[in-house]
């Protein structure tokens, strides 16, 4: 089992889903990817984060993500479990569930900690872009359940720094000023970011988000 880190090329699996055998690659194509585990089926945590991510469907399609979950439990039992999710959320799961019984993409992900849980994924959360590298790795205790207004809010982040010199600042929402990236010298930014460029201090510039 490999630590996975940021920058990583994203380990490519083929696997027995809720929706039949999906490689990974494949599904996610050319745009982005969510990869997120779970602890177990029928479990109250799993059960709103699961129901909650399919409200948000729409949202994730708008930025060309798609969204695959894991648990280590089997395919029957996810697809009794999503008739739960739909009935008690009031949504429909609209995305696949990785039936990962023998831990292989568990493990390939590191998604298994023996000191929380030997048998059990934590709650993990990777974002995959089209460069097929890892963005972003989020480790969540099987207690909090995931907030994902916060999973949207970094896409948004990572899609808007993937195309302009810029950073977002705390608590950034899209749309919102950005930070010109530390690697531009204000003068030459003033030159890029014709919204106009605001200079806190040397190393704290801030300009109207450049995408709209
Ligand atoms: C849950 O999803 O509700 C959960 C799963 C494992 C441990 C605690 C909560």
């Given at each position: 089992?490999?630590?996975?880190?940021?920058?990583?090329?994203?380990?490519?699996?083929?696997?027995?889903?809720?929706?039949?055998?999906?490689?990974?690659?494949?599904?996610?194509?050319?745009?982005?990817?969510?990869?997120?585990?779970?602890?177990?089926?029928?479990?109250?945590?799993?059960?709103?984060?699961?129901?909650?991510?399919?409200?948000?469907?729409?949202?994730?399609?708008?930025?060309?993500?798609?969204?695959?979950?894991?648990?280590?439990?089997?395919?029957?039992?996810?697809?009794?479990?999503?008739?739960?999710?739909?009935?008690?959320?009031?949504?429909?799961?609209?995305?696949?569930?990785?039936?990962?019984?023998?831990?292989?993409?568990s493990d390939l992900y590191d998604m298994?900690?023996?000191?929380?849980?030997?048998?059990?994924?934590?709650?993990?959360?990777?974002?995959?872009?089209?460069?097929?590298?890892?963005?972003?790795?989020?480790?969540?205790?099987?207690?909090?359940?995931?907030?994902?207004?916060?999973?949207?809010?970094?896409?948004?982040?990572?899609?808007?720094?993937?195309?302009?010199?810029?950073?977002?600042?705390?608590?950034?929402?899209n749309g919102e000023k950005v930070v010109?990236?530390?690697?531009?010298?204000?003068?030459?930014?003033?030159?890029?970011?014709?919204?106009?460029?605001?200079?806190?201090?040397?190393?704290?510039?801030?300009?109207?988000?450049?995408?709209?």
């Amino acid at each position: 089992m490999a630590t996975i880190r940021l920058g990583d090329t994203a380990p490519d699996f083929t696997a027995e889903t809720s929706q039949g055998t999906l490689n990974f690659y494949d599904y996610i194509g050319d745009g982005w990817g969510i990869l997120f585990s779970h602890p177990a089926d029928f479990t109250p945590v799993c059960t709103t984060e699961l129901g909650t991510a399919a409200k948000f469907k729409d949202e994730f399609d708008k930025r060309n993500v798609k969204m695959m979950a894991l648990s280590v439990d089997g395919a029957a039992s996810h697809n009794e479990w999503i008739k739960d999710i739909n009935e008690t959320q009031n949504t429909v799961v609209n995305f696949p569930i990785i039936a990962d019984e023998d831990r292989k993409v568990s493990d390939l992900y590191d998604m298994i900690h023996p000191n929380a849980d030997d048998t059990l994924t934590v709650r993990s959360v990777f974002i995959i872009g089209p460069d097929k590298k890892v963005k972003l790795i989020l480790t969540y205790p099987a207690s909090t359940g995931r907030n994902f207004y916060e999973l949207l809010r970094v896409i948004d982040s990572l899609q808007l720094t993937a195309h302009h010199k810029v950073a977002t600042p705390a608590n950034w929402k899209n749309g919102e000023k950005v930070v010109v990236s530390p690697s531009i010298p204000t003068n030459e930014a003033k030159k890029i970011f014709t919204k106009g460029v605001e200079e806190i201090k040397p190393y704290l510039r801030m300009t109207p988000d450049p995408s709209t």
